[in-house]
């Protein structure tokens, strides 16, 4: 941590004096002490964050708890600022506020890394920036690729902020080279091979010949160069048959790795138009990539996933369908809203508070929030549940419930739908039940079949419209073109009004799409629509949705290694004839 003395600070923001005293850490208010007339000066602090070499998952706990606070985030690369307006649950605005426009609780961002010209800036360029972002008093996190202190621009601007009188403080990074090469499989040390050097091929001129006797090299910046580092390597005396590896967008889904070996790689590197950000592996640890790669053999690595889902439940499908590999899109195709006559919901809820039902049954997490929201808007909470039995239609709605505190008494044993909810609730009884009547809040486009089953039970339902599902607005044309023509490797429908949106307001998928389905009812109504229904998970959840897509996945991608034919996405290939699966 750096010393700083701030009595030291002239009114430029340059330091005057000798730094005596001790920094405990970034402050973000006023200094303390006795004032003399004039308001005191902010503490100027920027915090160096290293964000890893691309996955968001790998920032670490005090990188995420540091951004939700930061009022200046100044990015190095573009993938950054939508990096974190994602964690911060932020609009992907299309203009940048200045620090005078900022909204409340909302960084502003300031690019780090390119100039005006789009040309990367200098070090020197950099480190001013910074310095400049510093002088602000407000609280500034500087974002780094990697680590912030191996092959990165963060010891030059970190000493700019010492000499300009501005603290620092580093959360460092997992560095890309070490976390590209474990993503592609390679362990870069083994029992057997202990020793691993870490070279920059991107700066200065390079003496291989110090580098001819270990066993691994680690070789950063070296995509362009590397046919002439392969070439001089040999010419220092290592073998040219000695394996190599090259990997692009290390961790991420759109990850490229090239097997070759030194005499080779500078063609195959070529041929197969590799890129910067890679990382280079010169070893015999290479080999292992063939039995630990973990990352790119996963079921949907790198398939382009359409998920046609309300905004706000498309977060968890998409998570799971990330972990497997895939490139989730989400595609708003409804949308709630209120009920046009909140009149009814009302007086229902009016009954509740008044003890006119025995039940009350929520079929969806959408219909727990909208009468969670009018009890808050009549000053009510949970308690006024007391007495009232609830039903859930399923595991996802009772845990929306559980948020809100409550249990349901009941939940389906066996399919968790209308269906398997009226097999489970017991009919009414004069004797038992002081109350034949249920409340059942639902979307104005709900089906009637728990309202028939439970009048066949013997109770009276009030059917009551808690909210809306409409019509989204059409997906931008490019979205729409990849619909129709293919681009999309999978489409995953979670219930029969996301297929009918879907298909309204941007046509049918492909043929060659698969489409997988939650549930028999979802299945019907594609297959009306003229899709054929690839995957149908066992039950119906979006955590199910997305297991039976991935071995749906898995399934292909063993065929088509045992046919001894390339693993292709679906979007890649035109199979001829597609094969059903349902999760077991």
């Not at 941590?1 to 009595?7: E, F, R």
């Not at 602090?45 to 995420?64: C, E, I, K, Q, S």
Request: glycine fraction near 10%; proline fraction near 8%; charge should be neutral.
């Amino acid at each position: 941590m750096t010393k700083i003395d701030h009595k030291t600070i002239n009114e430029s923001g340059d330091q005057t004096g000798p730094q005596t005293g001790p920094q405990t850490g970034p402050q973000t208010g006023s200094q303390t002490g006795p004032q003399t007339g004039k308001a005191a000066r902010p503490t100027r602090w920027v915090t160096f964050v290293g964000t890893g070499p691309g996955d968001p998952d790998l920032l670490t706990v005090r990188a995420v708890e540091l951004l939700r606070s930061a009022e200046i985030v100044v990015t190095e690369v573009p993938e950054h600022e939508p990096m974190v307006r994602s964690l911060l649950g932020l609009s992907c605005a299309a203009e940048v506020p200045t620090a005078e426009e900022a909204v409340p609780g909302a960084p502003v961002f300031v690019d780090g890394g390119f100039g005006e010209d789009g040309q990367p800036l200098t070090h020197a360029a950099r480190s001013k920036l910074v310095v400049r972002q510093g002088r602000s008093g407000r609280r500034v996190v500087r974002l780094l690729s990697g680590d912030p202190f191996l092959y990165a621009s963060g010891p030059e601007e970190a000493q700019a902020c010492v000499k300009a009188g501005i603290g620092f403080d580093l959360v460092p990074g997992v560095s890309s080279a070490t976390a590209v090469p474990a993503y592609a499989g390679i362990p870069l040390t083994t029992k057997t091979h202990r020793e691993v050097a870490v070279v920059s091929c991107g700066d200065a001129k390079v003496d291989w010949s110090a580098y001819a006797a270990y066993p691994t090299l680690v070789l950063m910046s070296a995509c362009g160069p590397i046919a002439q580092v392969a070439r001089q390597l040999v010419e220092a005396g290592r073998d040219e048959d000695t394996p190599v590896a090259m990997t692009r967008s290390g961790s991420e889904t759109t990850q490229q790795t090239v097997v070759s070996t030194l005499g080779r790689i500078g063609a195959d590197a070529k041929a197969a138009r590799m890129t910067e950000p890679a990382v280079t592996v010169v070893g015999p640890v290479v080999d292992l990539r063939q039995s630990l790669s973990w990352f790119e053999t996963k079921p949907l690595f790198g398939w382009r996933v359409l998920v046609p889902r309300t905004k706000e439940q498309a977060g968890s499908l998409s998570a799971r369908l990330r972990s497997f590999g895939s490139v989730p899109e989400e595609v708003p195709t409804i949308s709630v809203e209120p009920p046009r006559n909140p009149q009814q919901m009302d007086k229902a809820v009016r009954g509740l508070v008044e003890g006119r039902y025995e039940w009350i049954a929520f079929t969806s997490g959408n219909a727990v929030k909208a009468v969670r929201e009018k009890f808050e808007e009549y000053g009510l909470d949970a308690r006024a549940f007391s007495g009232l039995k609830i039903a859930a239609v399923g595991d996802k709605t009772s845990a929306c419930l559980a948020d809100w505190g409550l249990n349901a008494d009941l939940v389906p044993s066996g399919e968790q739908s209308a269906r398997g909810l009226l097999e489970d609730w017991p009919p009414f009884d004069g004797l038992l039940d002081p109350i034949n009547r249920v409340f059942l809040p639902r979307a104005d486009i709900a089906t009637e079949t728990l309202v028939a089953g439970l009048v066949e039970l013997g109770w009276e339902v009030d059917d009551v419209t808690a909210y809306r599902t409409v019509r989204a607005a059409p997906p931008p044309a490019p979205v729409r073109e990849a619909i129709k023509s293919g681009k999309f490797d999978a489409v995953v429908f979670t219930s029969s009004s996301t297929v009918r949106n879907l298909v309204g307001i941007a046509g049918k998928p492909h043929a060659s799409t698969v489409i997988a389905v939650i549930g028999p009812a979802t299945a019907k109504t594609a297959e009306e629509h003229g899709l054929r229904v690839d995957v149908m998970a066992a039950h119906p959840s979006v955590e199910e949705l997305a297991d039976a897509l991935a071995d749906f996945g898995a399934v292909r991608r063993a065929s088509l290694l045992e046919a001894g034919q390339p693993v292709t996405k679906p979007s890649e290939r035109r199979p001829s004839g597609r094969r059903k699966v349902r999760s077991q």
